[in-house]
């Protein structure tokens, strides 16, 4: 079973600061996916990065596939209270079942 | 469309009952996934049924079964139940090499 480990496990900030949150593994990637989830629902996909390098934008927040494509990053710009929730990444290795990681728990502060 | 729809929503169990979750895919959808999320695990893979057929399965004991029928909903079923089984059970529909799409879960707690 691969890992991928997800940093920070809990962050909390004020509104309308930055932060970024990561996603790590030893192995390398097929393709990598960021979700959201808030309480009382299931995740919703937020990106699908495949190529190693690649960037991806959505509003207000950047995700970035490691060049060796096994780490991920998401950046929230000007954090907004609506941005709160459990952020999940999951990776697929080759041919085997997308594996999620243990999550970042957002929380923004009005 | 409507989206994955789970019930029960909430489901209260004892140590040593069984338990039987149901899955409506959206519609179109054939495959059907289903997760175990906990605090400490995080979202562990279950299984994968396609066209009726279990496709995957994750490293979880024999007492967690499951089945798709000829409509493609799903259910899964937990026998013996322990106290470690509490989680939020989540089920996924897609259609093939494309995103998965969740439910809201059904949370279950074992006492």
């Known amino acids: 079973t691969q890992l991928l480990e997800q940093s920070p496990q809990f962050l909390s900030i004020q509104e309308g600061e930055n932060l970024t949150v990561y996603c790590n593994s030893s192995?390398?990637?097929?393709?990598l996916q960021w979700y959201r989830q808030e309480p009382g629902e299931g995740p919703v996909l937020l990106v699908t990065?495949?190529?190693?390098?690649e960037v991806k934008k959505l509003k207000r927040l950047t995700f970035q596939f490691g060049d060796a494509r096994k780490d991920s990053s998401l950046h929230i710009t000007a954090a907004q209270p609506g941005d709160t929730g459990l952020y999940l990444c999951a990776g697929i290795f080759g041919n085997e079942k997308l594996t999620f990681g243990t999550g970042t728990r957002l929380t923004i502060i009005p | 469309k409507a989206g994955v729809t789970q019930t029960p929503r909430y489901l209260i169990k004892t140590r040593g009952q069984q338990v039987t979750l149901s899955c409506s895919p959206i519609s179109g959808h054939r495959s059907v996934s289903w997760y175990q999320q906990t605090p400490g695990q995080g979202l562990q893979f279950l299984f994968e049924?396609?066209?009726?057929?279990?496709?995957n399965k994750g490293n979880f004991p024999g007492r967690f079964s499951g089945r798709q029928f000829s409509n493609s909903r799903s259910e899964m079923n937990v026998s013996t139940l322990e106290l470690g089984d509490s989680a939020l059970y989540l089920c996924?529909?897609?259609?093939?090499?494309?995103?998965?799409?969740f439910g809201n879960g059904t949370r279950l707690t074992v006492t």
């Open positions: 192995s390398v990637f097929s393709s």
């Open positions: 990065v495949v190529t190693g390098g």
């Open positions: 049924y396609f066209s009726e057929t279990q496709r």
């Open positions: 996924a529909s897609s259609l093939p090499s494309s995103p998965l799409h």
